[in-house]
């Protein structure tokens, strides 16, 4: 008859027959990880994992959400977030650790052990339920980052002569990505002293009122840093549209072509220096 499965008959039980659940488990979790990872980088990740599992069974932990077991979740949540960023899939992250249960399997029929461990299966449950959660929420991090990253490389402040920056924008224009146009632009005209700015909307497929509320926000917020603005890339279908929606640009200056628009702040800056005032 099967002993009490207390947590500390448990961790007895994994005690004693530690060889030949970790021997099980090796062999388990590197069939269904196919060479992504070398054998000794699992034995290690393994015995920290059953290191920190048997410490939360002698502190009394039936639960993996128990405080007994916050060292493993630590674990755990490490193991996965490794795991998202070196490319492993959903699957091969959460059996890693379900393969534990090959070897709690042969605990029975195997080492002849006398102590029921189904509370140890329902544990090692939770624990590749919290390894694909951790990992799910892992890969969603990197995720956001990358799309953080790419945003910055979408949206270059280009100088394009002395004086004047231009912003090319390609794709839709969004609040996120007003937000990051305003910092950069804003952060350019300190860098440079520029005093014109020009907005390329040429790689724009559309122009609705809210892209146009977003093109006004940046523009005013380069006029209070004192640099007059340009947005080019109006093309005849923009255009229209633009009308069609009763979209007000007011004193904003609009040209057809970016290099209409160069044109018009060079000459515009060439009025400033012959006025005799600073570029």
């Not at 090796?26 to 069939?31: G, K, V």
């Not at 990880?33 to 059953?50: K, W």
Request: net charge negative; with cysteine; proline share 3%.
């Amino acid at each position: 008859m099967a002993d009490a499965a207390t947590p500390e008959t448990l961790a007895r039980t994994l005690i004693e027959h530690a060889d030949a659940v970790r021997s099980a488990w090796l062999e388990a979790a590197a069939n269904e990880l196919h060479g992504r990872t070398s054998r000794g980088e699992l034995e290690r990740e393994q015995g920290e994992i059953l290191d920190a599992l048997l410490e939360g069974l002698r502190a009394g932990g039936v639960s993996l959400a128990e405080p007994a077991f916050d060292q493993l979740r630590g674990i755990l949540a490490d193991v996965s977030s490794a795991r998202a960023r070196l490319g492993f899939t959903p699957r091969e992250t959460a059996l890693g650790g379900f393969a534990l249960k090959e070897g709690l399997y042969r605990l029975d029929s195997a080492t002849g052990a006398d102590t029921d461990v189904t509370p140890l299966l329902r544990l090692v449950d939770q624990l590749g339920l919290f390894t694909f959660e951790t990992f799910a929420a892992a890969r969603e991090a990197i995720i956001a980052e990358q799309a953080e990253q790419l945003l910055e490389l979408s949206t270059p402040v280009v100088k394009l002569w002395e004086g004047i920056v231009a912003v090319p924008l390609v794709g839709t224009l969004d609040s996120a990505r007003t937000q990051v146009v305003m910092e950069k632009l804003l952060n350019t005209l300190v860098d440079t002293g520029s005093e014109h700015a020009i907005i390329d909307i040429t790689g724009v497929p559309a122009v609705d009122t809210q892209v146009a509320q977003h093109l006004l926000k940046t523009v005013v917020a380069a006029r209070l840093m004192g640099a007059e603005c340009t947005i080019s890339g109006i093309r005849p279908q923009i255009a229209q549209t633009i009308v069609a929606l009763g979209i007000e640009f007011g004193d904003i200056r609009t040209r057809a072509t970016l290099a209409d628009a160069l044109v018009d702040a060079l000459r515009a800056s060439r009025d400033t220096r012959q006025a005799g005032l600073p570029a």
